[in-house]
């Protein structure tokens, strides 16, 4: 239930929820699934061509959820989440809901929320998690991060210095990685400038290997 306190639909978000052996779970993941699907409108069948969910808003407005729990319509989402249509189009999927980190091979630019349930022990898996959400898409002003746990069985000021030392550490990483990892994209020489790029001052030269930057 805390999830849809936080969950807003307007939002590209991504769901994870808990493993079924977390404290969180409540060790019937079709169900949680069932449930997430049912709070957020009437269920409206599945889009034969893609498997997602279709869920009808009070509002009217059509909810494309993309399950990844459901092991029966798994391998469908895969394929239909590694579709060329998910890096050009916003709407193509509204809400994605996964298990683990969704490391099924897409990417998702558009995604807005992560939303995580359960506590996750490596710094590595959150930062991968927040980077779902961080990538640069058009029209996109921010990008946000919530992790929901059970609450700790220990005394209130040590719970904050826990998550304010976590926080300091995600925050390092992140820098870091932009740091050390600046994004390139490769491109076959046959496909011609791409838009928003800067060639230098001769331009983009047909056959020949070019270097663009876009900043």
Request: net charge negative; with cysteine.
């Amino acid at each position: 239930d805390d999830i849809l306190n936080v969950l807003d639909p307007a939002e590209k978000t991504i769901i994870h929820i808990p493993n079924v052996n977390s404290r969180e779970s409540t060790k019937d993941k079709i169900k949680e699934v069932e449930h997430i699907l049912g709070e957020l409108g009437d269920w409206q069948g599945a889009d034969p061509a893609t498997g997602f969910q279709l869920v009808k808003r009070p509002d009217g407005r059509v909810l494309r959820i993309a399950d990844l729990v459901d092991p029966a319509s798994q391998a469908k989402i895969q394929e239909s989440l590694r579709a060329a249509e998910m890096k050009v189009d916003r709407d193509y999927v509204d809400i994605i809901i996964a298990l683990g980190m969704a490391k099924e091979g897409f990417d998702w630019i558009w995604c807005e929320h992560a939303l995580t349930v359960g506590y996750r022990s490596s710094l590595t898996e959150i930062i991968q998690i927040i980077g779902r959400a961080t990538r640069d898409a058009p029209g996109k002003a921010r990008s946000r991060f919530t992790n929901l746990i059970a609450e700790p069985d220990a005394a209130e000021a040590t719970v904050v210095d826990a998550i304010n030392d976590t926080l300091k550490a995600i925050a390092a990483s992140l820098l870091m990685e932009q740091v050390l990892a600046p994004k390139f994209e490769f491109t076959p020489k046959n496909v011609g400038p791409q838009t928003g790029f800067d060639y230098g001052p001769n331009g983009y030269q047909e056959g020949k290997a070019n270097v663009g930057l876009n900043e």
